[in-house]
């Protein structure tokens, strides 16, 4: 069965530039999460959907990052304009009704 | 806000020793799943607990709801021990809140 798979793995980009992350989840896993890891901390939640549902986004920075999950299935994370201080990892992970999570290899990213 | 507090926040081990993890969480957790992050940044599944306590070769959780913590024990422990441990508590929403980490470095 394959896993949760993310793309792209590495971005770099000038500071004002956009970037989106893509993630395909486990197939048949409805609860999607996606995280921001900075350097040297733990994943720090950022917003999850139940099927294309958004439960919670209170963590999204709405100015400039936005999450889609228009069928419940795959995701797309944007970051427009981006800043240095969004330098991190962004990881997805997914769970079958809020059971353990299966976390993808991550997208790093730095902007310069 | 929801915290997740994890001690200590580092540790070193010789090789063959013991140690214990400890998760202490602000929020009402159902389950708890414990990770180690190895060196490449990928997150590696130990354990997913309901209250109770699971155990798996040299490593031993236990998870306690009613006093809010969680505990990682490591017996005997190994170079490839090495890495950083998250534990993650989980909300009755599925809302999943990680810890702040433990960075471990076992040495020979």
């Known amino acids: 069965e394959a896993g949760v798979t993310q793309s792209p793995r590495y971005a770099v980009l000038q500071e004002g530039q956009a970037v989106s992350f893509w993630c395909d989840p486990i197939?048949?896993?409805?609860?999607l999460y996606w995280y921001q890891q900075p350097r040297d901390q733990g994943p720090q939640l950022l917003v999850y959907?139940?099927?294309?549902?958004?439960?919670?986004n209170s963590q999204l920075p709405s100015d400039r990052f936005s999450a889609v999950r228009p069928k419940g299935t795959n995701s797309t994370l944007k970051i427009q304009s981006a800043k240095q201080g969004d330098t991190a990892t962004y990881l997805c992970?997914?769970?079958?009704?809020?059971?353990?999570?299966?976390f993808g290899e991550g997208s790093k990213l730095t902007v310069l | 806000g929801d915290k997740v507090k994890q001690s200590p926040s580092a540790l070193s081990l010789q090789e063959g020793t013991n140690s214990a993890l400890r998760c202490n969480f602000s929020?009402?957790?159902?389950?708890v799943q414990w990770f180690l992050q190895n060196p490449r940044g990928s997150l590696i599944n130990l354990f997913y607990?309901?209250?109770g306590t699971k155990e798996n070769g040299r490593l031993k959780s236990t998870f306690n709801s009613k006093e809010s913590y969680s505990t990682l024990h490591i017996r005997d422990a190994q170079l490839e021990d090495s890495g950083t441990y998250f534990c993650?508590?989980?909300?009755?929403?599925?809302?999943?809140?990680f810890g702040t980490g433990t960075r471990l470095q076992v040495s020979p």
């Open positions: 992970a997914s769970s079958f009704r809020g059971l353990q999570l299966y």
């Open positions: 197939s048949g896993h409805d609860t």
């Open positions: 959907f139940r099927d294309e549902a958004v439960i919670d």
């Open positions: 929020i009402a957790a159902t389950t």
């Open positions: 607990l309901v209250p």
């Open positions: 993650a508590a989980f909300s009755n929403t599925d809302k999943v809140v």
